[in-house]
């Protein structure tokens, strides 16, 4: 059972950079604010591997809530009404699909599918994301060839913020492979997004699944001479 949670991620409507990794996202970026960091982006909020799912439909949306682990609400400033509002949510791509499976008969519910993916394929750029998959694959050739497409997918999407958009990530640099295999393993792997629901700090969570993490890219890089 979900609990009710006040993340908030914010499309800024000016040019941002991310106070952690000190990316210069642009204009319309998507961040989060905290206290003592400042503005960050989904990368460094550990919000990356959440999808957008925009307003409109009460029934996908309640349900899509009710089955991710973590959801963020969207907010947009609006200049005609000089007030914050509601664009969606950022929930996690399974619980869309079992909302979507509740929601079969609702031809609305088909159209907003159609209509992500269309915005997905806009949105990425499939050479990029192939010579980043290949990097994984050189890097990591153990990890399933299927698992790598989503990694470099996730990671590559434009203007995410996410750490396959960086200045660094565009050379395609070790590191920065490595961080998006983090990532990844850390929301698919761990119970990492169960104890930020709880009310862990993201740096105490982080700790904890570290080990979990460290294991598998251990097993990812070792080539399988079999």
Known sequence: MNKENNL???ISSKNSTCDECKEELGRGAWITLEKEKGALCLSCSDMEHLVFLPSGSAALT???KKYSTLF???LKWSKARKRYERQGLLVEQKAIEQAEKECLDDEEVRARKRERAAEKRIFQDKA??????QKIQAFYPSCPIKRAKIIAEHACQKYSGRVGRSAAAKNLEEQTIRLAMIAHIRHTETDYDELLAMGYERQIARAQVMETILKI???WA????R
């Open 128 to 133: 990029y994301i192939q010579s980043f998959a």
């Open 8 to 10: 908030v991620v914010f």
């Open 62 to 64: 309640r349900r899509s």
């Open 72 to 74: 963020a609400k969207v």
């Open 217 to 219: 890219l251990e097993k």
């Open 222 to 225: 070792t080539k399988d001479e």
